[in-house]
T-cell receptor, first 115, second 112 residues
């Protein structure tokens, strides 16, 4: 079965330190990979995506993610965390074909950035 | 551009009733997907519509159905509501699979 795993329910980092939020997936074919963020009382917002090409993709708010095909991982990173980065982060994988697609989400990782 | 809008934002229904939720995608987006978000199950894919056709469906019972109109607006219907249907229902639109999805604020459904 197709699945997306975010192994950490919560990640705690100090402001100014680098952060990593992990994501691995088990999806056949060549899935498209996404990261979304959900702030309290706000909808999900797109951060970045990997479709093809360079394994390191850059997105909004200074976030980047590294795609590793052999490890089927797509970890989210940021060199220097901000308190305002505290939110719920979702990894998502889209798969399918021209006939339609499905998107499955990981369970989410809550990021706490401490001042 | 206006974002994805969903109506109503909040809804309280009784077990056994039915409910219809509405979603208006971003102008030009023809793909609309629906998700159920609960604390226990996270975000679960319900279905995806493109040009009025349901192209994919998640693992939900037949009580969950939807449709898309020619202007890409979509509705989701849940019949014979159960307590477990209480959730935040999110609608998302996109240009296609390779593009990111834009999410609406959701409809919070409470079944009593």
């Amino acid at each position: 079965a197709q699945s997306v795993a975010q192994p950490e329910d919560q990640v705690n980092v100090a402001e100014g330190n680098p952060l990593t939020v992990k994501c691995t997936y088990s999806v056949s074919g060549n899935p498209y990979l996404f990261w979304y963020v959900q702030y309290p009382n706000r909808g999900l917002q797109f951060l970045l995506k990997y479709i093809t090409g360079d394994n390191l993709v850059k997105g909004s708010y200074g976030f980047e993610a590294e795609f590793n095909k052999s490890q089927t991982s797509f970890h989210l990173k940021k060199p220097s965390a901000l308190v305002s980065d505290s939110a719920l982060y979702f990894c998502a994988v889209s798969y399918g074909n021209t006939g339609g697609f499905k998107t499955i989400f990981g369970a989410g990782t809550r990021l706490f950035v401490k001042a | 551009k206006a974002g994805v809008t969903q109506t109503p934002r909040y809804l309280i229904k009784t077990r056994g009733q039915q409910v219809t939720l509405s979603c208006s995608p971003i102008s030009g987006h023809r793909s609309v997907s629906w998700y159920q978000q609960t604390p226990g199950q996270g975000l679960q894919f319900l279905f995806e519509y493109f040009s009025e056709t349901q192209r994919n469906k998640g693992n939900f019972p037949g009580r969950f159905s939807g449709r898309q109109f020619s202007n890409s607006r979509s509705e989701m219907n849940v019949s014979t509501l159960e307590l477990g249907d209480s959730a935040l229902y999110l609608c998302a639109s996109s240009l296609s699979r390779s593009y990111e999805q834009y999410f609406g604020p959701g409809t919070r459904l409470t079944v009593t």
